[in-house]
């Protein structure tokens, strides 16, 4: 509660006008450590000189004023190294720029007969392949012939429909990528491996770019070089 110091009387537990005389109900009813010095020196002034206040009594307030103290500048200095925490995770992310990282995801989803549209990254220039989807089964129902990619993120789509038309079952299918580069050697592609372009922060959360996505950290499997 607030304290008028000047006549050594007690006011209400709010402010009732601020500087520009509205009323604007400020709640002062959580004592801080000035109110409460405020409220021993009212204590002190106001005893009976007949019958002085009690040592022990203020010796029990001084450490209850030192103990109040203490607690706040401890919460001040773990509010501080908390937001220096976080700063310094926001960094660390920062320097994962240029990295590879692995999202875990090897599967597609058809729903509904829609097309799906996907990235798939090369380490290497391709001279030739091709992009497989298999179904729940193991069966492999659709391949994308691959000729003369470039080293780099390249984007495809998958109709998602056999040779008819007609649109495969709804579900997961795992996309298998195989090459062959510029020397002729077979080489094999991570569907869901990306190198990271950049990082945004959303509400506090670090997002990679991937591709033409953004990814969040905590779905990332693996950071590499």
Do not use: C, H
């Amino acid at each position: 509660m607030a304290v008028d110091t000047t006549n050594g009387q007690v006011t209400s537990a709010y402010s009732k006008t601020g500087t520009t005389g509205q009323n604007i109900g400020v709640d002062k009813s959580v004592l801080g450590k000035d109110d409460f010095l405020k409220l021993l020196l009212v204590e002190l002034q106001n005893q009976d000189p007949t019958s002085p206040q009690d040592t022990a009594k203020i010796l029990e307030q001084t450490s209850q004023l030192a103990t109040l103290e203490a607690s706040q500048n401890t919460n001040e200095s773990l509010s501080k190294l908390s937001s220096t925490i976080g700063n310094s995770s926001y960094y660390s992310t920062i320097g994962s720029i240029g990295k590879m990282a692995d999202s875990g995801v090897r599967t597609v989803s058809l729903t509904n007969g829609k097309s799906i549209d996907l990235d798939i990254y090369f380490s290497e220039n391709v001279q030739s392949g091709q992009i497989e989807f298999v179904n729940s089964q193991g069966v492999a129902v659709e391949t994308i012939p691959l000729s003369q990619y470039s080293k780099g993120i390249n984007s495809f789509s998958w109709d998602g429909k056999d040779q008819s038309g007609k649109p495969y079952e709804d579900g997961k299918y795992t996309v298998n990528v195989s090459y062959t580069n510029s020397e002729g050697a077979t080489k094999s592609a991570e569907y869901g491996v990306y190198p990271i372009e950049s990082v945004r922060f959303n509400n506090g959360t670090a997002e990679f770019k991937m591709g033409n996505s953004y990814v969040a950290l905590s779905a990332i499997k693996e950071i590499k070089n």
